[in-house]
Structure formats: structure tokens, C-alpha cells
Nanobody, 118 residues
Framework: QVQLVESGGGLVQTGGSLRLSCAAS????????MGWYRQAPGKQRELVAS??????TNYADSVKGRFTISRDSANTVRLQMNSLKPEDTAVYYC?????????????WGQGTQVTVSS
């Protein structure tokens, strides 16, 4: 059973930094893409950043140059968020793209709140 557990959210002032972590369990995910999505109140969930098993990264335009996604191991992904803005306030969800050793589909963590005060 695939499980994703996020940590690291919180309250920070504009211009501050936070680091999110996601630990996946249930298999070896070295071939799977992992990433972070966020959802603000009244808005759709959107991709923030993703990283493939080969280390290729993809970022939303709104976070390029401020956020960095990395993969410590096959099953751990982190999101370093710098120069945070109030518009970054959202619930952040860890995502795992299925396939390879696990069933295809999207897997999600429970979400962690990030609040940036102005």
C-alpha cells in the first residue's frame, strides 16, 4: 500500500523560507515521478514542481527561481521554498505518479498547510 507523508509546513513572513519533505512507503519508487501540488482556497489544485526518477525537474512559472525540488532517495522528495510570497499560501500536497512497480494513477499525501503573512 502506497503511503505519502508530508512534513514541514507552517507560518512564515513574506520573504521567508520553508522546507517541505515527503516520505513515501510501500515500494521502491526510484522510477516514479514525484512532485508537489498546491491548492489555495477557491482555486484548483496546481502543479508546483516535479522530479522524475532520472532527476529531471519541472516547475510552475510562478515559483521558478524561488523553489527547488530535490530527491534525497528513491522514496523521499523535498521542496525548498525561498522568497515566499502571500500568494504561495495554500495546502501543499505530495504527489507520486504510479506505474512501474505499482498500479498506475496518482497517489497523494494528506497535505500540509503553508501560510505566508504579508
Amino acid at each position: 500500500q502506497v503511503q505519502l507523508v508530508e512534513s514541514g509546513g507552517g507560518l512564515v513572513q513574506t520573504g521567508g523560507s520553508l522546507r517541505l519533505s515527503c516520505a513515501a512507503s510501500g515500494s521502491n519508487f526510484r522510477l516514479n515521478t514525484m512532485g508537489w501540488y498546491r491548492q489555495a482556497p477557491g482555486k484548483q489544485r496546481e502543479l508546483v514542481a516535479s522530479i522524475t526518477g532520472a532527476g529531471t525537474t519541472n516547475y510552475a512559472d510562478s515559483v521558478k527561481g524561488r523553489f527547488t525540488i530535490s530527491r534525497d532517495s528513491a522514496n523521499t522528495v523535498r521542496l525548498q521554498m525561498n522568497s515566499l510570497k502571500p500568494e504561495d499560501t495554500a495546502v501543499y500536497y505530495c504527489n507520486l505518479k504510479g506505474g512501474w512497480l505499482i498500479q498506475a494513477g496518482d497517489y497523494w499525501g494528506q497535505g500540509t498547510q503553508v501560510t505566508v503573512s504579508s
